[in-house]
């Protein structure tokens, strides 16, 4: 579970940073896509995150 905090937190932390860069530069679309790469690639470490501990575990079903 402190895995899956930290991941969270530094998706919004990275978020946040990006978010303000492209107000300095005017330029929100290519933000947005860094956003969103990033909340995609969060989400994904979070899952593979998941598995790994359901698989330490022996859980039967490792998909989260």
């Known amino acids: 579970m402190n895995l899956l905090k930290k991941f969270t937190l ?6 946040s940073l990006t978010l ?29 995150a998941c598995e790994d501990v359901k698989e330490g575990a022996g859980a039967k079903d490792s998909d989260c």
Do not use: H, Q, R
């Not at 530094?10 to 978020?15: G, N, P, T, Y």
């Not at 330029?27 to 947005?32: H, T």
């Open 10 to 15: 530094l998706a919004m932390v990275v978020s």
């Open 20 to 48: 303000v860069t492209a107000c300095n530069d005017n330029n929100a679309e290519n933000a947005g896509e860094k956003v969103d790469e990033m909340a995609t690639d969060a989400g994904n470490a979070i899952e593979d």
